[in-house]
């Protein structure tokens, strides 16, 4: 392989993974539907929580408010993560390809990542980073 093709063959590998990530997002941002389903109960007055205290519908909107934005922006970042997968498959838009490559390891799959926010911020990447 010459360098370019092979250069083409990791692009296209990363846009899968890009795709395969944001399809990961997208579903681990949807376990906050429970807590909305609960938040909308709570205030509806549904049968079993309609005996509860005066403040269950103050946390039934809390809990609609905080979960409708964590699955928002969930959703946001996966739709995000899968643009840019597409764009390094058509290669071209590599600024938007780089902000979100440093927003998908530093702030939202460093906790799945077997390595540190410090090393993938910084750019120095060890075997045991990349496995």
Known sequence: ????????????????????????????????????????????GWEPLADADPMAGFMGWFLIAFSSAFILSGWAFAVCLF?????LSQQRRYLFCLVMAGCACSCHLAPF???????????????????
């Open 83 to 87: 643009l840019s997968g597409r764009y």
């Open 1 to 44: 392989m010459t360098t370019s093709s092979q250069d083409l063959e990791h692009l296209k590998l990363l846009s899968i993974f890009h795709y395969v990530v944001a399809a990961l997002a997208a579903l681990f941002a949807c376990i906050p539907l429970l807590h909305l389903c609960l938040g909308i109960a709570m205030v509806t």
């Open 113 to 131: 990542s077997g390595c540190s926010r410090s090393s993938c911020s910084s750019g120095i990447r060890s075997k045991s980073c990349l496995a």
